[in-house]
């Protein structure tokens, strides 16, 4: 076989990736954040861009970019990462008097409120003839904990 073949195939095959990964999930009953023809125009029309590719490869593994992107734009916009009005004195870690976040308690985690800190559960059935279910939290990415809110998971 020719290697020029062999390595135009590959090529392809890399570049088409995050369609065939979304493709396999969905096959495997396994969500993704769009839909796998969405997946395949972006893949097709802008995937020659790095950053493009990345991201379909993320949402390809139900991850959804979008949030982490925009909570990291915020923290460095200006005034963007202070802390809400309502947050303790110790909002940004522990200060001079050893003070912490009252929410996390210093560990810049809380629990998840969607899933209640499961991270992922099993549906019941709703028929003889179903199956239970597995879910993931995709607030959480199914770790059952999400970065505290009044500090920011941000500590000295």
């Known amino acids: 076989m020719d290697p020029r073949f062999v390595s135009a195939m590959s090529q392809w095959f890399m570049y088409f990736l995050p369609t065939i990964v ?13 839909s796998v023809g969405s997946i395949f125009f972006y893949n097709l029309i802008l995937a020659w ?11 390809a593994f139900n991850l959804d970019p979008l949030q982490w992107v925009m909570l990291k734009l915020i923290k460095f916009w200006p005034g963007g990462g202070a802390a809400p009005m309502n947050a303790p004195q110790a909002a940004w870690g522990p200060s001079s ?21 499961r991270g992922s559960w099993y549906t019941q059935p709703t028929t003889a003839h179903e199956i239970a279910q597995l879910q993931s939290c ?3 990415m ?7 809110p009044y500090c920011g998971g941000v500590h000295a």
């Open 142 to 148: 199914s770790s059952g904990r999400i970065r505290c």
């Open 49 to 59: 861009t790095v950053v493009m590719w990345i991201l379909l490869m993320l949402n």
């Open 97 to 117: 008097q050893g003070q912490i976040c009252s929410q996390c308690g210093g560990s810049g985690y809380v629990m998840c409120s969607p899933c209640q800190g």
């Open 22 to 34: 979304a493709w396999l999930r969905v096959r495997m009953g396994k969500k993704i954040v769009t």
């Open 138 to 140: 995709s607030y959480c």
